[in-house]
């Protein structure tokens, strides 16, 4: 392990990277068949008990409005039954004779009779043409002699001359809630002579119509569907001669003598389903409602046994896909633990290959894997000595050149030094003992030696731009063009030079090199125009199309110029194109040029004619605003 | 009259010596040079001891020092000379063939007095020669002992 260790440790383990319950594979998988079970299950079990709802619901109005029309039926029929018994009684012949004789002791007797042979009657009276009471069942009666003539079952009977079932109404003989049905009583003529009026009692009414209902969940009612609906019968006592406050769309249907069934709400906004029948021959109708909380108690109930259901199969998908994806996990985990081993640089990890299929097949690969990066880190590393080595020889190599180029600076310069220094003695010793050949061999010396003084300086100079850093800063161009001409004009008169320089921009390099390549360029442009008649110089710039953030400067002459077939020496090391006879130099100002423009990231090149001119190019960054 | 200090001239190279030393004869200067012709010799002399260890003990009144020296070199006797504080004060000026710009550094940073580059040209010398006696000898004033 430790062999490799060194080699990772140059790049930084991913650890911070560490996995959250959140981003396991294990959670996502546990939580998507949660997901799955509560969708599919929640689904399944909103439609089904939706439907079952709806049937039960179309049902139990189906229920209740047959329900209703049988009541309605019924009810119809037994009050068929009593009115015919109440029209009989008034029929008799005696009862006209009793009315006409004022024998009211008998009449009472009869009257007795008939209430306890109809025991849905209340009570019954017979009345006189004016509306007095005239005999009562009851016997206990304080009403005899009293005005009934207000009753509209009173006043409606004598005018129609036809029997007329009142609206429900409190009795005044014993105050029991009753429907009065009143018969007139006629002559021979077939004048009213007076009326009989049988109670019919709605304690009575109801009880026998509730028995028809052994149902707790559903309440009967018949009801008079006159003055808005008015209770004639019902389970609950308290509700009868009440009048209906709600549902007056079904008294509206009833008036309407339809039959049906709707949903309703009342007024404590409970929900209702409600079946209602019309009776064929009263102003009355049968309702029949279910509280649909009653109804769909089944429902409910279902509902609440089928959540509990799913819970527990939500939990037991949960608990077995959890089970499921650790097995399969457990293997993968491992593999894991392994890949972060080897990570650390363990290749000696032994992958245990295990798990199903494709993850055996991923330990199997990654195993192998494994084996190939020992190969290729034990070549690296032997890659990694070589390059030790040579780093160190290269490195021992510099300081060797860096001693050798102060060798050179100090010692070669010394020797020179006494050459022409000794020359120059010797030419003041012999002073005027000198014949013009000696002369001249002293000043062939005494040049060699100031020569190789320029070629020493310049192979220094040469060498220390190799060596040195860029300084990167803003340099002005224009202020070293500026600085440059008037040096060299100062220095070179040359006044019948044409310039033609523009406004250069600002640069980013080291200002000291920079200056050293215009001063080169700008130098070698005044020495080759030199033996021109009319010298024209030009600097100038353009955007660099293949590197946007670089600049082309430009400086032109129409001096001596170059052959193009010698372009490839133009730039290197002590290399020239003319004679030093015609033009000075060691050769060094370009090969610097191109060193220092390299070193700034640039390029540089030139074009030239014989006789023609020169134009030298080269590319620098710009300067940009931080 | 008191007796003129000497002016030492540090310097290897028989040929360089007899160049400056042709260069400030040339200017008739009253004081007179000694030659020695390494480091360790210059500190000898300047201590007064081994060979020298006869000499009068008077400081010199400049000295001429080369770089480059065998056994102890110009910079090891710059730093030896202004590290003491009886003999700091004597003004010392590197002669040397070398432009290098670390050597330039470290000698100010030693506190050389003057640094003065050999010139190739033989008249260029002896101008710098002549021009560095005179300022030194007659024009500078040096602080006594």
């Known amino acids: 392990m430790k062999k490799y260790n060194k080699l990772f440790l140059r790049k930084k383990l991913n650890d911070e990277n560490k996995m959250t319950l959140f981003n396991s594979v294990s959670f996502r998988f546990v939580f998507f068949v949660m997901l799955l079970t509560i969708l599919t299950g929640g689904i399944i079990s909103f439609t089904t008990i939706n439907i079952s709802r709806n049937s039960i619901r179309q049902e139990v109005l189906d229920h209740n409005h047959t329900q209703a029309t049988l009541v309605a039926e019924f009810t119809s029929d037994l009050m068929e039954v009593i009115q015919a018994n109440i029209r009989s009684f008034s029929t008799r012949p005696l009862i006209a004779v009793y009315i006409e004789e004022n024998d009211m002791e008998l009449a009472s007797k009869m009257l007795r009779e008939l209430v306890k042979m109809q025991i849905v009657l209340d009570t019954c009276g017979l009345y006189d043409i004016n509306g007095i009471q005239v005999a009562s069942s009851d016997i206990n009666a304080t009403t005899i002699g009293q005005s009934f003539a207000d009753r509209e079952w ?14 429900p109404i409190k009795s005044r003989v014993n105050s029991n809630a009753v ?15 007076g009326v009989f009026a049988g109670a019919i009692s709605l304690a009575k009414l109801s009880e026998i119509i509730v028995n028809t209902n052994n149902n707790l969940d559903v309440s009967y009612s018949i009801i008079d ?34 039959s049906g069934a709707i949903e ?3 007024e404590k906004a409970v929900k209702e389903l409600i079946g209602f029948a019309p009776m064929s021959n009263l102003p009355w109708g049968a309702i029949i409602s279910t509280q649909s909380k009653a109804a769909f ?21 949960i608990i077995v896909s959890g089970l499921f994806i650790l097995r399969i996990m457990a293997p993968i985990r491992h593999l894991i633990d392994g890949t972060k081993e080897v990570g650390k640089g363990n290749l000696e990890y032994k992958f245990k290959i295990t798990g199903i299929g494709e993850i055996e097949q991923l330990s199997r690969s990654f195993s192998d894997m494994t084996e190939s990066l020992k190969v290729v880190m034990i070549s690296n590393e032997e890659l990694e000595q070589i390059v030790k080595e040579r780093t160190s020889q290269l490195e021992a190599a510099n300081i060797e050149l860096e001693s050798f180029s102060y060798s050179v600076s100090h010692d070669l310069r010394a020797p020179l030094r006494h050459v022409h220094g000794f020359v120059e003695m010797l030419r003041n010793h012999l002073q005027g003992n000198m014949d013009e050949k000696s002369q001249h061999y002293l000043d062939v010396i005494s040049n060699a030696t100031k020569d190789m ?47 033609n320089i523009a406004e250069l921009p600002d640069i980013s390099g080291d200002n000291s090199m920079i200056r050293q390549v215009f001063g080169n360029l700008i130098s070698n442009a005044l020495k080759f125009t030199s033996l021109k008649e009319l010298r024209m110089i030009e600097i100038g710039f353009e955007p660099d199309a293949e590197k946007k953030d670089y600049v082309i400067i430009h400086i032109k002459d ?10 490839e020496k133009l730039f290197g090391v002590f290399q020239r194109l003319h004679s030093q006879n015609d033009f000075e130099g060691t050769g060094i100002g370009l090969a610097n040029v191109k060193r220092i423009v390299q070193k700034h990231g640039g390029r540089v090149w030139a074009e030239g004619e014989i006789d023609e001119g020169a134009a030298f190019y080269f590319t620098l960054p710009k300067y940009k605003e931080e | 009259m008191t007796k003129l200090k000497r002016i030492l001239l540090v310097e290897d190279s028989i040929n360089d010596a007899e160049l400056t030393l042709s260069a400030l004869e040339s200017i008739n200067l009253a004081n007179k040079v000694d030659t020695v012709a390494d480091g360790a010799l210059a500190l000898d002399y300047i201590y007064c001891r081994g060979n020298f ?33 009886l003999l700091k004060r004597i003004p010392v000026v590197i002669l040397t063939s070398s432009k290098e710009e670390k050597d330039i550094i470290m000698g100010y940073d030693l506190g050389v007095n003057a640094y003065v580059v050999k010139p190739v040209e033989y008249s260029e010398f002896i101008i710098a020669i002549k021009q560095l006696g005179s300022f030194w000898a007659i024009i500078n004033e040096a602080p006594r002992d």
């Open chain 1, 264 to 266: 309703s709400t009342d």
């Open chain 1, 179 to 193: 429907t009065p049905y009143a018969t007139p009583i006629l002559n021979e003529q077939g004048q009213p002579i």
């Open chain 1, 297 to 317: 108690s089944v429902i409910d109930d279902l509902t609440k046994t089928a959540s509990i259901i799913s819970i527990i199969l939500v939990l037991i998908a």
């Open chain 1, 154 to 167: 009173f006043q409606q009977t004598i005018a129609t001359k036809q029997p007329f079932q009142s609206v």
């Open chain 2, 53 to 85: 260890a006869d000499r009068p003990r008077v400081n010199p009144a400049i000295i001429l020092l080369d770089l480059k020296l065998p056994k102890v070199s110009g910079l090891e006797v710059l730093k030896e000379l202004k590290g003491d504080p």
């Open chain 1, 558 to 567: 129409n001096g001596a110029g170059f052959d193009m077939q010698y372009i």
């Open chain 1, 453 to 499: 003084g320029q070629l020493i300086d310049d192979l220094l100079s040469f060498s220390r731009i190799g060596k040195s850093q860029i300084k990167n800063v803003k340099v002005n161009l224009n202020l070293i063009v500026r600085d440059l001409i008037t040096s060299y004009q100062s220095e070179m008169k040359n006044g019948n030079v044409k310039w």
């Open chain 1, 225 to 258: 569907i006159r003055n808005g609906g008015v209770i004639l019968a019902n389970e609950d006592s308290q509700l009868i001669l009440t009048t209906l406050s709600e549902n007056n769309s079904i008294v509206a249907l009833l008036l309407k003598d339809e």
